[in-house]
């Protein structure tokens, strides 16, 4: 059906262009011919309009009215227009115009939703404009004519602005995204002949142009209403005309088109003013109304440009100084007044405090809830806080994704800000219901008040209370900590550490150590794990001290790189030299940030060929904290890095609570009991209760397990008599530098002539 009526469409759209190049040269007899087809074919598409594309029945009788109109204006004669005027044919053609007016606010409505203030005032400019030519052009010089009336003489100049008012709206319904649809053309070129039409009988009537271009506007008018046929019988009609408003709105055109039309309409009547002179009183009277009119609108439309101005440049402000999502003053706006504050209370006994909230663990909450609800979330939270500071006259601020700050500038100590922060904390603890889910919320705060003795700025007072906010999130979850000097000094020396690491390596400071691992039956050296020791000057840095910030700045991937294939290398060669026997394996720590990297397997395949190591020759060491941090991520990881023949331990056994579900779901082959166990194995009680059953249960699963921190012989015997069959720790050996590694392998071998493993052995035997 669609390709019929779409064919049917196009050949009323080469009617409505044979009617105007046809219907001029016709006499009487053929306009009527033309006149009785252009009735048929509106009827008929007026049908399939309806029935078959669905559209309001508002267009339709537009274009019923448009061709009632041919019939009446048949009937009266009015197709061989003349200089005769009358108010029939004149109000028959105002109703015609005003019926397809609305449905073209209609159409333009359902294509871009409401017109703008400006829009409507931009409109009636046009239309008045219009309205005042008319007048000058048209109306007032019929209602000269003695045999004219003024009632008359209106009807028949009023079609002028309506006209002009149809090429506009059809204008911005052309610019509302349906420029590639057909029917928008045929209405486009409907429009424009009905406006030439128009204009051209007008000017007949007043007689500045001969009657014979009568002709003309019959083909104008019969082509115009076959257009419009062509327009609503064609398919995709309904693209047009159906209430859709876009989701995203377009403009009605250009600003730039849209003023220069809005100036042409203006300036018009007012040089037609200017150059011509009134006729009568009644001329006069009208010529001084559309002036001061005119006038009038011209300043409406400045009033209303600078306050919309005014409006936007008070949206940009906002937008400047208040967060998007939750309406609260942003970080700049925080920091206004905070200024504000410190100016008014630095001679007072006032002591303003700052709390600087991070939300705990709100990553989960986005990576569960996703970014809508997580958004509900921290608006929830935000009318917490605002609810909480209300009590205690503060102000709320959201200084970044899950960061919020509190403004306190009556407080007068530290332990009232406290009280006040205790406050907070409890109104966050509530659960938060966001739709059918339940969130718990908790956040770590920092503390931080101005000081008594000397000024400070708002720089230096938000860095002061992040710091704070910053050591609360490191003592764990849902907790608050005061500022005081000694973390900004601590701060200044893991600034200076994080500023050191990058390049160490490149400066030869990076170094590393080997602490054997024992076979706890012989004494035999059975591996070696490598620890990263950093010398700094003239001082040896432990790695609890520079690791961990290693890991949060990154730094850690290009440490643990270069540790992976330092490690191998000094394996090969001491295995290549004799030094250790070609069994020895090397067992490498690996932190979080190197299991997230997704180029971890390579580079420890790189390794592995760069030192020719044997892969089943390399222990990569996790602890469970990294795996449950991505559980996914690590299990992909492993399983690809356990694929190329590299054996995985976990680290520090025992010590968590999901060790038990780590050795089911991810490919481990060896524990280490932490030395927090080993340290009491030796005596009766709970620890060697506890190794025992872990040793049982390593066996029983076909596990490889080690023992560390193994420091005095008793501790020793115990493990070997439960079965731990390897060991490491300071009795064994300390960690001892690359230069050092033969004479401690030499000494270790001394070591097996030693009573408790030669003991051991003779039991055995």
């Given at each position: 059906m669609e390709r019929v009526?779409?064919?049917?469409?196009?050949?009323?759209?080469?009617?409505?262009?044979?009617?105007?190049?046809?219907?001029?040269?016709?006499?009487?007899?053929?306009?009527?011919?033309?006149?009785?087809?252009v009735i048929l074919t509106s009827i008929a598409a007026c049908f399939v309009a309806v029935k078959f594309h669905r559209i309001n029945v508002l267009y339709a009788l537009a274009l019923v009215t448009a061709a009632a109109y041919l019939v009446l204006s048949a009937l009266f004669d009015e197709l061989d227009i003349t200089t005769d005027v009358r108010w029939q044919p004149g109000l028959s053609n105002m109703l015609t115009n005003i019926a397809i007016t609305l449905a073209l606010i209609t159409a333009?409505?359902?294509?871009?939703?409401?017109?703008?203030?400006?829009?409507?005032?931009?409109?009636?400019?046009?239309?008045?404009?219009?309205?005042?030519?008319?007048?000058?052009?048209?109306?007032?010089?019929?209602?000269?004519?003695?045999?004219?009336?003024?009632?008359?003489?209106?009807?028949?100049?009023?079609?002028?602005?309506?006209?002009?008012?149809?090429?506009?709206?059809?204008?911005a319904l052309f610019a509302s995204g349906v420029q590639e649809k057909p029917p928008m053309w045929f209405v486009a070129a409907g429009i424009l002949l009905n406006l030439m039409a128009e204009i051209t009988r007008s000017l007949i009537k007043t007689g500045a142009i001969d009657p014979i271009a009568s002709h003309l506007v019959n083909g104008c008018i019969i082509s115009a209403i076959m257009f419009a046929s062509a327009a609503i019988m064609h398919p995709t009609v309904v693209d047009l005309v159906t209430l859709r408003p876009q989701l995203f709105r377009k403009p009605a055109g250009r600003v730039s088109v849209r003023v220069i039309l809005v100036v042409i309409t203006?300036?018009?009547?007012?040089?037609?003013?200017?150059?011509?002179?009134?006729?009568?009183?009644?001329?006069?009277?009208?010529?001084?109304?559309?002036?001061?009119?005119?006038?009038?609108?011209?300043?409406?439309?400045?009033?209303?440009?600078?306050?919309?101005s005014q409006r936007a440049n008070q949206e940009i402000l906002d937008r400047l100084h208040r967060d998007e999502l939750t309406g609260l003053p942003n970080r700049s706006q925080l920091i206004i007044e905070i200024n504000e504050v410190l100016e008014a209370t630095w001679r007072s006994d006032r002591r303003p405090?700052?709390?600087?909230?991070?939300?705990?663990?709100?990553?989960?909450?986005?990576?569960?809830?996703?970014?809508?609800?997580?958004?509900q979330v921290l608006i929830k939270v935000a009318e917490r806080l605002c609810s909480a500071a209300d009590t205690f006259g503060a102000t709320v601020a959201r200084t970044g994704g899950d960061d919020f700050t509190l403004l306190d500038p009556h407080a007068t100590s530290s332990s009232q800000a406290l009280v006040h922060a205790e406050a907070v904390q409890r109104a966050l603890n509530e659960p938060i219901h966001v739709y059918e889910h339940t969130v718990f919320v908790t956040a770590s705060i920092g503390l931080a008040t101005t000081p008594k003795t000397r000024t400070i700025d708002a720089d230096e007072f938000l860095r002061r209370a992040d710091i704070a906010a910053n050591r609360a999130k490191s003592s764990g979850q849902d907790c608050i900590a005061v500022f005081d000097d000694s973390m900004q000094a601590n701060l200044a020396t893991r600034m200076d550490v994080e500023h050191a690491l990058h390049g160490a390596i490149d400066r030869h400071e990076m170094t590393l150590y080997y602490q054997p691992?024992?076979?706890?039956?012989?004494?035999?050296?059975?591996?070696?794990?490598?620890?990263?020791?950093?010398?700094?000057?003239?001082?040896?840095?432990?790695?609890?001290?520079?690791?961990?910030?290693?890991?949060?700045?990154?730094?850690?991937?290009?440490?643990?790189?270069?540790?992976?294939?330092?490690?191998?290398?000094?394996?090969?060669?001491?295995?290549?030299?004799?030094?250790?026997?070609?069994?020895?394996?090397?067992?490498?720590?690996?932190?979080?940030?190197?299991?997230?990297?997704?180029?971890?397997?390579?580079?420890?395949?790189?390794?592995?060929?760069?030192s020719g190591i044997s892969p089943s020759l390399l222990w990569i060491e996790v602890t469970e904290s990294m795996m449950l941090a991505e559980p996914d991520l690590a299990r992909r990881t492993l399983r690809r890095v356990?694929?190329?023949?590299?054996?995985?331990?976990?680290?520090?056994?025992?010590?968590?609570?999901?060790?038990?579900?780590?050795?089911?779901?991810?490919?481990?082959?060896?524990?280490?009991?932490?030395?927090?166990?080993?340290?009491g194995v030796a005596e009766p009680g709970h620890d060697q209760s506890l190794v025992r059953t872990i040793v049982a249960m390593g066996d029983s699963m076909g596990l490889?397990?080690?023992?560390?921190?193994?420091?005095?012989?008793?501790?020793?015997?115990?493990?070997?008599?439960?079965?731990?069959?390897?060991?490491?720790?300071?009795?064994?050996?300390?960690?001892?530098?690359?230069?050092?590694?033969?004479?401690?392998?030499?000494a270790l071998a001394d070591l097996q002539s030693l009573s408790m493993f030669d003991s051991y052995a003779e039991q055995t035997i």
């Open positions: 009526t779409g064919g049917i469409a196009w050949a009323f759209a080469s009617c409505a262009l044979l009617a105007l190049m046809l219907v001029p040269l016709a006499g009487d007899r053929g306009i009527q011919v033309a006149t009785s087809m333009v409505r359902a294509r871009r939703g409401p017109f703008t203030t400006r829009e409507m005032l931009d409109g009636a400019s046009v239309a008045f404009g219009a309205i005042a030519v008319s007048w000058l052009l048209v109306a007032n010089p019929l209602q000269e004519r003695s045999d004219v009336a003024l009632l008359p003489a209106l009807l028949n100049a009023g079609v002028i602005p309506f006209s002009v008012i149809l090429f506009g709206l059809t204008a203006l300036l018009t009547p007012i040089t037609l003013i200017a150059a011509t002179s009134a006729t009568s009183m009644l001329d006069t009277v009208i010529r001084v109304a559309i002036a001061l009119i005119l006038i009038g609108m011209t300043a409406g439309r400045m009033l209303h440009e600078a306050a919309s405090t700052l709390m600087q909230l991070n939300l705990d663990r709100f990553k989960n909450i986005n990576d569960t809830l996703g970014h809508a609800l997580a958004n691992i024992v076979e706890t039956s012989s004494g035999e050296t059975n591996g070696l794990e490598a620890l990263i020791r950093w010398k700094r000057g003239d001082r040896i840095v432990p790695p609890a001290e520079f690791v961990p910030i290693a890991e949060e700045s990154g730094v850690i991937t290009t440490l643990g790189t270069w540790v992976m294939l330092e490690a191998l290398t000094d394996l090969g060669r001491w295995i290549s030299d004799g030094t250790v026997p070609p069994t020895t394996t090397m067992s490498v720590n690996v932190s979080p940030r190197q299991l997230a990297d997704p180029d971890f397997p390579d580079i420890v395949a790189e390794a592995l060929n760069r356990r694929a190329m023949g590299v054996r995985l331990a976990l680290d520090d056994f025992g010590t968590g609570y999901s060790s038990l579900s780590i050795l089911q779901s991810f490919p481990i082959q060896r524990i280490k009991i932490d030395r927090a166990f080993v340290r490889d397990v080690v023992a560390e921190g193994v420091e005095e012989i008793e501790q020793l015997q115990a493990l070997r008599d439960m079965g731990c069959a390897k060991a490491q720790g300071f009795l064994i050996s300390h960690p001892v530098p690359t230069e050092a590694m033969r004479s401690t392998i030499r």
